[in-house]
């Protein structure tokens, strides 16, 4: 690979320009490019060509793809459960860097096997409400972990946007962050692979230099790469060198 990596982006067809567009500005100014993902791409063609994956923010998850329960009024997005399953499940085997953003974080452990908790605030006792894009919910991180690593922190705040979670793990994951109710903020893999989730959206937050380096851990796995032949040798560099 020549030139800064490419990340390949999913987002909805419907809608999605706003959340694809900070998406896009957090990979560019760690020295990536990106490329939108949307129901309808040709797969094929586009595992060729990208170095690294976002699996971004968006409607619930079908409960049909998990096995959960139902809940009423919310919105789904079928054609774009099927196209982030089939993709992560293609490219999971290769090695390929994924950030999985809210949604996307428990697509990611859909596709692995997992499955979710429909809604949060269903659970006995239920945590304490909030929705917000500011930097307000507390969450730690697990010691030794790969994201506690790259974020250079024991922890940190971040905004909250969602009512489903992860319950239990799929394949080849593990928990590396909870906030203070106990519910899952972040996973990532056993595996030695660029392979993250994070329940909060870290391109509203790119203003923080822990959410940088959380692009920036991506793009540099994105860097070692090699979309023919998997991961290729290490440069040397680490996960986190380079801070803006």
Not at 48 to 66: K, T
Not at 131 to 154: C, D, E, H
Not at 172 to 197: H, M, S, W
């Amino acid at each position: 690979m020549t030139g800064r990596p490419l990340i390949g982006v999913s987002t909805s067809k419907r809608g999605g320009w706003r959340s694809y567009f900070m998406t896009a500005l957090s990979i560019r100014v760690v020295g990536g490019r990106s490329l939108r993902i949307v129901p309808g791409d040709d797969i094929d063609h586009l595992i060729g060509r990208i170095d690294g994956l976002v699996v971004g923010g968006g409607d619930d998850i079908s409960a049909d793809l998990y096995g959960g329960v139902i809940v009423p009024d919310v919105r789904l997005d079928p054609e774009r459960d099927e196209l982030e399953v089939t993709l992560l499940r293609r490219v999971l085997p290769s090695g390929l860097p994924i950030l999985g953003i809210c949604r996307g974080a428990q697509m990611l452990n859909v596709a692995s096997g997992g499955n979710l908790i429909a809604d949060i605030y269903t659970l006995d006792p239920p945590p304490p409400k909030m929705r917000t894009v500011l930097p307000r919910k507390t969450v730690t991180l697990a010691q030794g972990s790969r994201l506690a690593r790259i974020a250079k922190l024991q922890w940190f705040r971040v905004n909250a946007l969602h009512h489903q979670a992860i319950d239990s793990l799929g394949r080849a994951l593990v928990v590396v962050a909870r906030d203070k109710a106990g519910i899952v903020q972040a996973i990532e893999g056993t595996e030695p692979p660029f392979r993250i989730g994070v329940q909060w959206h870290p391109e509203l937050l790119i203003f923080k230099r822990s959410q940088r380096r959380l692009f920036r851990g991506l793009v540099r796995a994105a860097e070692r790469f090699d979309s023919d032949g998997g991961l290729s040798a290490p440069s040397g560099q680490t996960e986190g060198a380079g801070d803006l």
